[in-house]
C-alpha cells in the first residue's frame, strides 16, 4: 500500500502528486496541515523526523526527500517511465532537478513565507511561535521559522532570493528555447520538479515571466497545465485560504 503525507498541491507536495498521478497509483492520501505545525506533531515526527513534507510511506517503507521520492516511485513503478531513456538527456534531467532542489525552490520558498507565514506568525503572537519554534527538528529550519516569527526576512536576504528566482528562470528559459521538455525531447521528473516554483510565477513576478520575455517556460507551462496527472494533482485539497480565515487573516 502507498501512503502521501503532503500538504496542499503547491511545492515540494505538488511534486509527488503529479507523479503518482502520471503512474495511476492508488495511495491513502494524509493531509498535513503546515500552518498548523502538524508537521512538527510528536505523530508526524514518528514518521518523518525532519519535520517536513512530503513523506511517502510504500508497505511501512518511509521514502522522503520529494525528487528521492520521485525516483523511487518511478524505480518501484517503472510504467510509465518518467526518466528520458538517454544517459545524457537522464544526466540532464538530474542537474535540473538538482538546481530546483538546491536554490530554485528554497529562494521561491524564502520569498513565499515572507508574504504568507511572516504576517501568520505576527498574528500568533512572540509566545506563541516560540512554543511551535521549540519543536521544529532540523537546526536550519528552526533558524528560519524564528527569523519569519521575529523580524522576517531582511531586504539583502529578500534580494538575494529574487536573484536567485530570476537565474532559474533565465535558465530554465533556455532549455527550453533549445528543447520541449527540461530534460530534452521528452517529459521527465524535471518537468514535474520544475513545476513546484515556476506556475506561480507570471503571476507573482509578470515582469519576469510573460509571454514576451519567456515564450518558452510559457509554452511549457500550458503543456504542463494540459496533462490530466497535472490537473488531478491540483484538484487535491488546498486548506490555506480556510485556515488563514480561521486565524483571522
Ligand atoms: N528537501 C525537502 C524539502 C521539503 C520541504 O521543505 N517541505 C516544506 C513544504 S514544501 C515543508 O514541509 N515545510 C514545513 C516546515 O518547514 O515547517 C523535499 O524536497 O522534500
Redesign the pocket.
Known amino acids: 500500500m502507498l501512503e502521501l503525507y503532503h500538504?496542499e498541491p503547491?511545492?515540494?507536495?505538488v511534486?509527488v502528486l503529479i507523479c503518482l498521478f502520471e503512474k495511476n497509483l492508488d495511495f491513502q492520501s494524509h493531509y498535513?496541515n503546515?500552518l498548523r505545525?502538524e508537521?512538527?506533531a510528536p505523530k508526524y515526527l514518528a514518521i518523518n523526523p525532519?519535520?517536513?513534507?512530503?513523506t511517502l510511506v510504500h508497505d511501512g517503507t518511509v521514502i522522503?526527500?520529494?525528487?528521492?521520492?520521485n525516483e523511487y516511485l518511478d524505480d518501484a513503478f517503472p510504467e510509465p517511465s518518467l526518466k528520458p531513456k538517454e544517459p545524457v538527456e537522464r544526466a540532464r534531467m538530474r542537474i535540473w532537478t538538482k538546481w530546483i532542489?538546491d536554490y530554485f525552490?528554497?529562494n521561491a520558498?524564502r520569498i513565499g513565507w515572507q508574504f504568507l507565514l511572516h504576517p501568520l506568525a505576527k498574528k500568533l503572537g512572540a509566545q506563541a511561535m516560540a512554543e511551535k519554534v521549540v519543536h521544529?527538528p532540523?537546526a536550519d529550519?528552526r533558524e528560519?521559522?524564528q527569523t519569519i516569527a521575529d523580524t522576517g526576512f531582511s531586504e539583502a536576504q529578500l534580494a538575494e532570493a529574487r536573484g536567485y528566482v530570476a537565474d532559474g528562470v533565465r535558465r530554465l528559459e533556455s532549455i527550453l528555447q533549445r528543447s520541449s521538455w527540461t530534460a530534452g525531447d521528452h517529459y521527465s521528473l524535471s518537468d514535474i520538479a520544475s513545476y513546484?516554483v515556476v506556475p506561480g510565477l507570471p503571476r507573482l513576478a509578470p515582469d519576469l515571466v510573460n509571454e514576451i520575455k519567456t515564450p518558452g517556460i510559457m509554452r511549457w507551462l500550458a503543456a504542463m497545465n494540459a496533462r490530466p496527472a497535472v490537473q488531478r494533482a491540483l484538484a487535491m485539497p488546498n486548506k490555506v485560504p480556510e485556515t488563514l480565515r480561521a486565524l483571522g487573516l
Do not use: Y
Open positions: 500538504a503547491i511545492a515540494n507536495s511534486k498535513v503546515l505545525f508537521q512538527h525532519d519535520g517536513f513534507v512530503p522522503t526527500e520529494s525528487s528521492v521520492i532542489d525552490g528554497p520558498s521544529v532540523m529550519r528560519k521559522w513546484c
